[in-house]
């Protein structure tokens, strides 16, 4: 690892959420990681030296489970996946410095000393610890975090949806409730910590409403760091976890020291707004105990949705960036998240958004620019293009038009609002576009060569100021551009210092290039292709059939006075029988409506206990756009008991 800072006057370290190895990563798990890239490349073109980490999280139980459902050892799963995130993160051209794994000795080592420093001065104790787990985010609950729907089951964690476990065991305690006033004053006198800054808010009444001790050990899992001095427990995955971005840069290592001080603290932590409790209070208060200082700033972002859910491995609605990366090509697609998913809020993605605008921003407004630009002057014997002897007044008003994008630009990138940022820049894209089309140099090349040249060179100056602002977004796409225009691009240069100071006085030297952006034909919706998007966790048709989908008369309704949702249907199935099947549709159905309806039911669900009923199936709804489920009815000519397929 070449991890020591050179000569320059700034250093930078961004890190990424490290991800659990359950899965492939998706489109979700690219998106944090290309918000980390882009800061890094930010930094350097502005001179800074910089250090970006991402990784994977290996241990607990959610990995633990997942290797055992492939019939695997967890460390032979955890290796056997690794590769799945190294190679997207290749093919994305993600520059990271450094990829840890919690699974590495220098890590599991680092934590364990870790352990024994907090327990040596005080700041872990050992009791028992009881109370609700959810297994999806490896997360202890508090009673605000649960909710209880149905009586008799689990309640459901509002952290992600999904049912809580309970979980009753010794454990080792971290003393997070001494940090609570600590942690208050830090959020107030550092309200920038979070971007963006509401996140703050939900942070501190969090920590306001009291906290209670971390359990940070587990006795009941085993794929996880041994506990110092006591191995029958394993260290709980977030303790283990967020250490990874200190032990990455040398922490607990006394020959790496120069280099931690280095790049600790970090200057900017990538995250979603599913993980803020981690990082905005467990993290700092591990980091108070240590006698660190704090990372400088976390930069919180929403969700990518589909269909209006979030993408997740869970849900199995994932698009597989390798796969879309194929189809659309790299920079488009990195333009296309950091310009339209907003970090401020969740966003949709789909296809014909990306082509759309894949046309339009990157076609259109600025592959045909550049190509327009390079085609004319080629075609007139302008392959080099002097220094301009002096100016119109469109030239300066094009040069003062670069210069005050560029302010506006550095200031939404200093809070990381690339899409605002890059929001800027097409602004300018269209200043130059205009300015082009109002000079018509294709008309000067005929009256006036010189003026034509100016013009050429003042677009160039135009596009290459563009290009170096779009490098940390589409790096190959704008080192090809640079060949083009003959500018030497070397990376670690203040580039944005060099923009400032410029004056549209230098020369250029031209080559022809290929069209940089593919367009796509607007599509009309076809109902007999194949998904556009590329869904990894395809059912396979052996599985589907599986399942027993059949048509059912209601032949009984009655009401479950215990229950405020749910009703007891009697099902005619035909040849399945008569079946007992619970429909949670009381708030949307009177009994009467449900009556002699035939609609389709799912009859080979392991049965379930409700109430003291046992349902013996499903029945299968959509929910229109009110939120209400609406009845998919089989035609009446389709005797009960006929099977789906
Ligand atoms: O949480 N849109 O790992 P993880 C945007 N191991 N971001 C998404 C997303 C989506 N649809 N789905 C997931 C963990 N993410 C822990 C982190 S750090 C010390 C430990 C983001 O693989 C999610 O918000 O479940 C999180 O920031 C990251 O992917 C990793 O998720």
Redesign the pocket.
């Known amino acids: 690892m070449a991890n020591n800072k050179t000569t320059a006057l700034c250093s930078f370290y961004v890190t990424t959420?490290?991800?659990?190895v359950n899965a492939k990563p998706h489109l979700?798990?690219l998106?944090?990681t290309l918000l980390a890239d882009v800061a890094a490349r930010w930094n350097r073109l502005k001179g800074c030296d910089t250090f970006m980490l991402t990784g994977t999280?290996e241990h607990g139980q959610k990995v633990a489970e997942a290797a055992e459902k492939m019939g695997m050892q967890p460390q032979a799963f955890v290796d056997s996946l690794v590769p799945a995130f190294k190679e997207p993160w290749k093919q994305y051209n993600i520059a990271y410095n450094h990829f840890i794994r919690t699974t590495d000795q220098y890590h599991v080592k680092a934590v364990q000393d870790w352990i024994v420093q907090l327990q040596k001065q005080g700041d872990i104790y050992k009791a028992t610890y009881e109370g609700w787990y959810d297994l999806s985010q490896e997360a202890f609950l508090t009673e605000k975090d649960l909710e209880f729907r149905e009586p008799g089951e689990p309640p459901v964690s509002l952290m992600s949806g999904n049912k809580a476990r309970w979980v009753s065991e010794e454990c080792y305690f971290f003393k997070l409730s001494a940090y609570q006033d600590r942690l208050l004053k830090f959020y107030k006198e550092n309200p920038d910590f979070i971007t963006p800054p509401e996140r703050l808010n939900e942070v501190i009444s969090f920590v306001e409403n009291g906290l209670k001790d971390l359990s940070i050990s587990r006795k009941t899992i085993t794929w996880g760091i041994p506990f110092p001095g006591d191995p029958s427990h394993v260290t709980y995955v977030w303790a283990d976890?967020?250490n990874?971005y200190l032990t990455a840069i040398g922490f607990g290592d006394k020959n790496r020291t120069e280099e931690f001080n280095t790049w600790w603290p970090a200057d900017l932590q990538v995250?979603?707004k599913?993980?803020v409790r981690f990082h905005a209070v467990y993290w700092p208060a591990f980091l108070m105990a240590t006698g660190l200082p704090l990372p400088r700033k976390l930069l919180v972002?929403g969700?990518?949705r589909i269909n209006g859910e979030?993408?997740?491995k869970s849900l199995g609605n994932v698009v597989d960036p390798v796969e879309l990366g194929k189809q659309y090509g790299i920079d488009p697609i990195r333009y296309y998240l950091m310009r339209y998913v907003a970090i401020s809020q969740d966003s949709s993605f789909n296809t014909e958004d990306l082509e759309n605008r894949i046309n339009t921003d990157l076609a259109n407004d600025f592959g045909n620019l550049v190509n327009r630009m390079l085609t004319l002057a080629l075609k007139n014997n302008l392959a080099h293009v002097p220094a301009p002897w002096h100016r119109h007044d469109a030239d300066v008003q094009l040069q003062n038009a670069m210069h005050k994008m560029l302010e506006d630009f550095e200031r939404e990138m200093s809070r990381y609002y690339y899409h605002q940022a890059y929001a800027v820049l097409w602004r300018f894209v269209a200043s130059v576009n205009r300015y082009f089309h109002d000079q018509e140099p294709w008309k000067l090349v005929k009256t006036d060569t010189e003026r034509f040249a100016e013009v050429i060179s003042t677009t160039c100056h135009a596009i290459k100021a563009i290009g170096l602002l779009l490098w940390p977004v589409m790096p190959a796409t704008i080192e090809k551009l640079f060949k083009a225009l003959g500018v030497e691009f070397t990376e670690g240069t203040n580039y944005i210092t060099l923009l400032h100071e410029g004056k549209f006085n230098t020369d250029f030297t031209l080559s022809p290039l290929e069209p940089l952006f593919t367009k796509y034909e607007e599509k009309k919706p076809d109902m007999t292709t194949t998904p556009e998007i590329p869904v990894q966790n395809y059912l396979a048709i052996e599985d589907f059939i599986k399942t027993e989908l059949a048509v059912g008369t209601i032949t009984a309704v009655e009401d479950v006075a215990k229950s405020d949702k749910i009703y007891k249907l009697t099902v005619d199935c035909g040849t399945y029988g008569l079946r007992t099947i619970c429909a949670g549709v009381k708030k949307f159905y009177t009994p009467e409506e449900l009556m002699g309806i035939k609609t389709v039911f799912v009859l080979n669900l392991k049965p379930r206990e409700l109430f003291g009923i046992t349902s013996q199936g499903m029945m299968l709804m959509a929910t229109n756009s009110d939120g209400k489920p609406t009845i998919v009815r089989a035609d009446e000519s389709v005797p009960a008991g006929t099977k789906l397929k």
């Not at 959420?17 to 659990?20: E, V």
């Open positions: 959420p490290i991800y659990y979700g798990s998106y944090p999280d976890a967020l990874n995250l979603g599913d993980i972002h969700w990518i979030k993408m997740s």
